[in-house]
């Protein structure tokens, strides 16, 4: 037992057993708790409850915390998977898992998918990705008119939508990614891979004994 | 400013919103 070592954890509720979470993932107990380090600073920088509620997401994203934004809602949406209008260390954790290099491809898909499936009908429809594309626009200050906006959705959906029904099922999506690898780049992080080194300070605030698993 | 080359995801994928490497940015 080191000298930092503490079993008095219950700082922050709903924080899960580093070890639980570790046998859960991909992860590492010490990368655990170095995402703790993480999260720790993201859940107390509106109010320090060790919950991040959406202000606190949309200004570890942007940066600022004013504008709704689309995307940032999006991302929130699959952290808390349970709806609770939160996300805990134990959904923070969860989901960063499938974003890590050497999580599977087919859970990627499966992510990226629900991401786009905004209302959650099981299908990618024409007017969701068309919302997302305006969102795009807005948050870039690019202006593109509402024809080529239509052209590029147009193209889209001839690509993807193999069946011309309208609107993308999983297998049409995944199916489309398979041949444009480019669109699950934003479902890696590379940065969960030293999230050690990023995060040292976790060391001095672990609680297992045997932080190096 | 050729985006009509590329498909919707494509440049939805471009969204910082969805960038969330930006979490690490402390």
């Known amino acids: ?213 | 400013a050729a985006p009509v080359t590329m498909n919707a995801f494509e440049l939805i994928s471009t969204s910082q919103g969805l960038n969330l490497g930006s979490l690490f940015d402390r």
């Open chain 1, 1 to 213: 037992m080191g000298c930092f070592h503490s079993k008095t954890r219950k700082q922050f509720p709903g924080h899960e057993d580093p070890v639980l979470l570790a046998s859960q993932t991909a992860f590492s107990v010490s990368e655990v708790e170095a995402l703790f380090e993480l999260f720790k600073s993201i859940s107390s920088s509106v109010i320090d409850d060790g919950l991040i509620n959406k202000e606190e997401l949309q200004l570890a994203l942007f940066k600022n915390r004013k504008k709704e934004n689309l995307f940032a809602n999006r991302i929130f949406d699959l952290f808390d998977v349970k709806q609770k209008g939160v996300i805990d260390f134990g959904d923070f954790v969860r989901l960063l898992n499938v974003f890590h290099p050497n999580a599977p491809q087919e859970d990627k898909i499966n992510l990226s998918f629900k991401l786009y499936d905004m209302d959650g009908t099981g299908y990618i429809e024409r007017q969701e990705v068309k919302q997302m594309l305006i969102a795009l626009l807005c948050e870039s200050e690019m202006k593109l008119a509402d024809e080529t906006i239509e052209m590029i959705l147009d193209k889209t959906f001839v690509e993807a939508d193999i069946d011309q029904d309208g609107k993308i099922d999983k297998s049409e999506w995944h199916n489309f990614v398979t041949r444009n690898p480019s669109l699950l780049k934003i479902m890696t992080l590379p940065y969960l891979r030293d999230i050690t080194t990023t995060f040292p300070s976790f060391v001095f605030n672990s609680e297992v004994d045997e932080v190096a698993t």
